[in-house]
């Protein structure tokens, strides 16, 4: 009798033994040392980490997975961008697009410097049918070029606007135009790199906006809220109506109308500020003439401000070339316009003072690439995190592309690439001038990236 009690006591204590090695991330080894495993694999291999069990699906798919990633120092960048897919030389063509279904899976990795023939075919569109688009992803971290798209309506809309949600690791694709009507849309597309399933990478129709619109003004404000205004309707009549997204409830909400009619405006926000800037724009009768000023809606009060004395440039478009991008640097809000070679001998502005609190400091004239002669180069910029260190000097990151150019320029370091090439920002030279790393382009990523944006995997 004593016999079976101890034998049943060492089955229950064997059977408790397993249920907690099955409830251990990795059996055998304490959670916190499995976590500092996992966090070190690539993202290119999160997929099939996935399959492996429930537990480690519902872990990867959890935002606190990538906060441990970013606290070790182990996240990875990646640049998205909306380009054109290449022609195809011959009219007569009839192949179609495809896609990898995750862009960054380790079974459909496409490296960058050994891309096939068959797959850029795959790529390609007849060069008489409507023009097709793409979401090209850079992963600035392994050096690899990917690309994706919705699979399901007609595809990723012209001059859609790209913006990153880094707290939730979305991307939203916003408004354009209808590549086959060239009309405004007011189409939202999510792409969420932490929620996949599987190997499929997880793309969902958003609700749409209120009202469709292209060339307008979009920011991120909060953790999960997208601010839009202004721009064009089908008549090309410049928009005074303003909205706001919740991306977590899908729902979207009107906002007061601007001040002014503003297109081709520029939107901005800065991290842990309640207000969101249009800049710049000009109205329907107007049209090519730029405004001077901008407006900020305050999320708190409820109204719209108007500033003076912000965009230094009447004929320059704040979504072309002095592309701005926002830092926070010494505390304050900044604005860094970046100007091609032929527009160098612009000035730094004065900084605008907003209030005794907001000080909006422009700093122009930030010399590009040598070999960027495009009028309107995309610029994005991500913090530096991981290896780079938090003490890093220059904290910000850029990366520019623009499209056009022939293949093998001389002052490109790689002699390779199509186009004029990508590069990203690498610190300062002993004269203050900005340190840029060419980054090699395939052939099928070299077209004009219409809009960009970045996150932290």
């Known amino acids: 009798m004593e016999e079976t009690k101890t034998s049943i006591i060492k089955i229950q204590k064997a059977v408790e033994d397993d ?102 075919q795959k790529q390609q569109q007849p060069i008489h049918s409507p023009p097709q688009y793409a979401l090209s992803i850079y992963n600035a971290t392994h050096n690899i070029w990917q690309r994706t798209s919705p699979t399901e309506g007609s595809g990723i809309p012209m001059f859609c606007q790209c913006l990153a949600l880094p707290s939730s690791g979305k991307l939203l694709l916003l408004g354009g135009w209808d590549p086959i009507t060239l009309e405004p849309v007011p189409h939202v597309f999510i792409l969420d790199f932490i929620g996949t399933t599987g190997a ?54 009107m906002l007061p109308h601007m001040i002014e009619e503003r297109d081709e405006c520029h939107g901005l926000t800065w991290e842990g500020d309640s207000k969101f800037w249009v800049v710049s724009g000009y109205g329907t009768e107007s049209q090519g003439q730029f405004r001077s000023d901008a407006e900020f809606y305050d999320l708190y009060t409820g109204y719209w401000s108007k500033v003076d004395g912000v965009w230094p440039f009447s004929s320059a478009s704040p979504r072309g070339t002095p592309t701005a991008v926002c830092v926070n640097r010494d505390k304050h809000q900044s604005l860094w316009l970046l100007r091609g070679n032929q527009q160098q001998q612009q000035q730094s502005r004065e900084v605008v003072k907003v209030s005794d609190t907001i ?37 910000h990151r850029l990366f520019v592309m623009s499209g056009g150019g022939g293949r093998g320029s001389s002052t490109l370091a790689c002699g390779e690439c199509d186009g004029e090439g990508a590069f990203i920002s690498d610190g300062y030279s002993n004269d203050g001038t900005i340190k840029w790393n060419h980054i090699h382009t395939p052939g099928e990523f070299s077209g004009f990236p219409y809009s960009a944006s970045s996150l932290i995997i």
């Open 19 to 120: 249920q907690k090695q099955l409830q251990q991330l990795i059996p055998g080894l304490p959670d916190e040392i499995s976590m500092e495993c996992l966090v070190r694999v690539p993202y290119q291999f999160h997929s099939n980490m996935k399959s492996v069990c429930h537990t480690w699906q519902h872990l990867i798919s959890h935002p606190s997975f990538y906060q441990q990633r970013l606290k070790s120092g182990t996240s990875e960048h990646l640049v998205c961008l909306v380009q054109p897919l290449p022609p195809i030389n011959d009219s007569t063509t009839t192949t179609t697009t495809e896609y990898d279904d995750n862009p960054l899976d380790s079974n459909s990795s496409n490296n960058n410097k050994t891309t096939k023939n068959e797959d850029k």
């Open 200 to 253: 499929t990478c997880n793309w969902r129709r958003g609700a749409p906006m209120s009202v469709p619109r292209s060339f307008f003004a979009c920011a991120v404000i909060g953790s999960s809220k997208v601010c839009v205004a202004g721009g064009h309707d089908s008549q090309k009549n410049a928009l005074r109506s303003a909205e706001i997204y919740d991306v977590e409830t899908d729902q979207w909400k």
């Open 359 to 395: 000080r909006l400091e422009i700093v122009g004239s930030i010399p590009l690439p040598n070999c960027i002669t495009g009028t309107t180069p995309c610029v994005t910029t991500f913090d530096c995190v991981g290896q780079e260190g938090g003490n890093h000097k220059n904290k």
